[in-house]
């Protein structure tokens, strides 16, 4: 979404956890934020973080093969966080006892190489770690470092030793802040001394408020409220969805010349629709890819949850409709699902959770 004008330049909705996320932070605790694509989480931290005068160390646990790998994400984080001037050499202050080496790219950006040991890359992680709470009390500000797909050190980390220490670390640091982002919590982490912010969908007055201030912007307007309620209905509260859709809306109404740039547009409902298509049309190879790589016993129940959204996926009425699987496979399927962030939980009513996969699904079954 490069160069789209659409992108909020401020918060949509989300001030109560807005607050809730600021305040955790103020007050040195660690956090999980729960929810699924398109539901905010990176950009509360970004406002949190704003919020509290902090700096956002950010690793993607998912790109991390082994613990070289996870360390060298976490140096190149700490160098685009840490950039100014002083502020590179008070880094090489802190790691001038350690076996590694300033070196800058093509591009004027420093990185920090090193060819080390197992037991040298241990030493190493435990001096890095150490280093955002070092820069903290030198800035006189507050650290949050934000680690995405967590749980995936796991793969690696055979014995937990990293987890163990990491958690323990940061825990103890008065200026650091752990904040893990996750599609739904997991029952480890509601063991830890961790606070829990779970997003869900957005409210249709919190997404209209913006989203019609939005489209006025641009010379677009709903041509009436069943126009607008069609939208909601196709979003479902998914903030980047409706990005995705308000955009291709704009961009169809600016090919069409016999409607001047300077002239108000009516979005009319054939509109919404039309572009509705034109965008799942654009992810279907995504879609495609997504459900070869589910079990069939999944891909029953998302094509069920589809055609008929329902509370209560468990009933007997509904499993013989729709032939699913009964008992722990029925709700295995619904737990991997939501874990995958394509289902809400019995929380939000057991439905699809990404309205445009929901959309493509029913298109695609006819």
């Not at 929810?35 to 160390?57: H, Q």
């Not at 613990?67 to 202050?93: C, H, I, T, W, Y």
């Not at 220490?165 to 063991?191: C, D, F, G, N």
Request: aromatic share 8%.
């Amino acid at each position: 979404m490069s160069n789209n004008p659409f992108l909020p330049q401020r918060l949509v909705g989300r001030q109560t956890e807005l607050e809730q996320i600021s305040q955790i932070l103020l007050a040195d605790g660690d956090l999980l934020i729960a929810g699924v694509a398109g539901s905010g989480r990176r950009t509360l931290v970004k406002w949190a973080a704003k919020n509290v005068g902090a700096r956002v160390i950010t690793l993607d646990c998912l790109r991390a093969t082994d613990g070289d790998r996870f360390l060298k994400l976490l140096a190149a984080s700490l160098l685009n966080v840490f950039d100014r001037p002083e502020e590179l050499l008070m880094l090489q202050k802190l790691l001038k006892d350690q076996p590694v080496t300033f070196e800058m790219t093509d591009q004027s950006k420093p990185r920090i190489v090193w060819k080390l040991t197992t037991a040298g890359i241990w030493n190493l992680f435990q001096n890095l770690l150490s280093i955002p709470q070092q820069m903290a009390e030198w800035l006189d500000c507050r650290v949050a470092i934000v680690l995405h797909n967590f749980t995936h050190i796991r793969s690696w980390d055979r014995k937990g030793e990293w987890e163990e220490y990491l958690r323990r670390e940061i825990q103890l640091q008065s200026r650091v802040s752990y904040i893990l982002i996750a599609t739904v919590p997991e029952p480890w982490m509601h063991k830890l001394s961790i606070h829990v912010v779970e997003l869900p969908p957005l409210s249709n007055t919190e997404l209209c408020e913006w989203l019609e201030a939005t489209m006025q912007s641009k010379g677009l307007k709903f041509a009436d409220s069943q126009t607008l309620q069609l939208f909601t209905d196709y979003i479902q509260g998914n903030l980047s969805d409706a990005i995705a859709l308000t955009r291709r809306i704009w961009q169809n109404y600016l090919t069409q010349t016999n409607f001047p740039t300077h002239s108000e547009f009516l979005i009319q409902s054939h509109h919404v629709h039309q572009n509705m298509l034109e965008l799942i049309e654009d992810l279907a190879p995504t879609f495609e890819s997504l459900i070869m790589l589910l079990p069939p016993t999944q891909v029953r129940v998302l094509e069920s949850l589809a055609i008929d959204p329902t509370v209560s996926p468990h009933s007997r009425e509904y499993i013989q409709k729709h032939q699913l699987s009964k008992g722990g496979s029925l709700q295995g399927a619904l737990d991997s699902l939501e874990q995958k962030g394509l289902v809400y939980g019995a929380k939000y009513g057991y439905r699809i959770a990404l309205p445009t996969l929901q959309f493509w699904l029913k298109q695609r079954l006819g």
